[in-house]
């Protein structure tokens, strides 16, 4: 991989994690977070993989599904520092609790969570929760975590793709200008990703579920925001962990 590929890497990394990356920029400093879109399923299923290795630890230690499960999503949001959950959260309370998309948006840059909020939050645990409990299987876990991990990010190219920002300053405004090859490029590795998992089947439901968002966005704000970004990362692994437990 180049040093000007790496650096990317490090860049979606640094954004969608709490992960240890400075050395892929061999001393050098990140990329634009521009140009580092295409990388944004890998960070998804390498938090998924860590999410696999705890939900294997605990297996092996003998707790229950449901009780490993706990510990591997504590694992999953110390991965990421809980960034998607947040802005499902905001999401979630700017869209319940205003009257008009200025209002809505001015809810979502209050860092206070509401009923609303703590709804989503509750309900999105519990839907990732029961799933991997319902695969049970560890091997079967961490195929699930790394696919939908990878297609929750890719959802956040989807919204990128099909929505013009809410507003004119703050993270979301900042990914305005992703190319859209780099974005085909990373929805790419997401399927891919997921169908090395012999998780294909959850791609349309992962479509589906991002479309659903940024189409609730439009709706609602008129274009997408960060905490409508990470929205739409959350709704869309909640669906294919709830497909994936189906099997």
């Known amino acids: 991989m180049t040093r000007t590929r790496r650096a990317e890497l490090a860049s979606a990394f ?3 994690s709490r992960l240890p990356v400075g ?4 001393g050098g400093a990140p990329a634009d977070l521009v140009d580092s879109v295409w990388a944004f399923p890998i960070v998804g299923a390498v938090v998924g993989g ?6 294997w630890a605990c297996a092996r230690l003998g707790l229950p599904p449901a009780v490993a499960a706990v510990w591997t999503l504590s694992a999953l949001l110390l991965a990421t520092g809980a ?3 947040d802005g499902l959260a905001d999401t979630a309370d700017g869209f319940g609790g205003g009257r008009t998309p200025a209002r809505k948006l001015e809810i979502m840059r209050d860092s206070r969570i509401g009923s609303f909020g703590a709804l989503a939050l509750a309900l999105s645990l ?5 799933s991997l409990a319902a695969i049970a299987s560890p091997g079967h876990v961490a195929a699930a975590l790394v696919a939908s991990g990878a297609l929750g990010r890719g959802a956040i190219l989807i919204v990128l793709l099909a929505l013009p920002p809410a507003r004119a300053d703050g993270l979301g405004a900042g990914l305005k200008d992703s190319g859209t090859l780099g974005a085909a490029v990373g929805l790419a590795l997401a399927a891919v990703v997921a169908l090395a998992c012999g998780a294909g089947w959850a791609v349309p439901a992962a479509l589906v579920a991002a479309l659903g968002v940024a189409w609730l966005a439009r709706r609602q704000i008129g274009g997408y925001t960060g905490d409508v970004l990470g929205a739409a990362s959350v709704v869309t692994e909640c669906a294919a962990l709830a497909l994936l437990s189906a099997r």
């Open 83 to 85: 960034l998607h959950e």
């Open 14 to 16: 640094l954004l969608l």
């Open 126 to 130: 519990a839907a990732r929760g029961t």
């Open 50 to 55: 860590i999410g696999g290795v705890a939900y």
């Open 23 to 26: 050395w892929l920029t061999g």
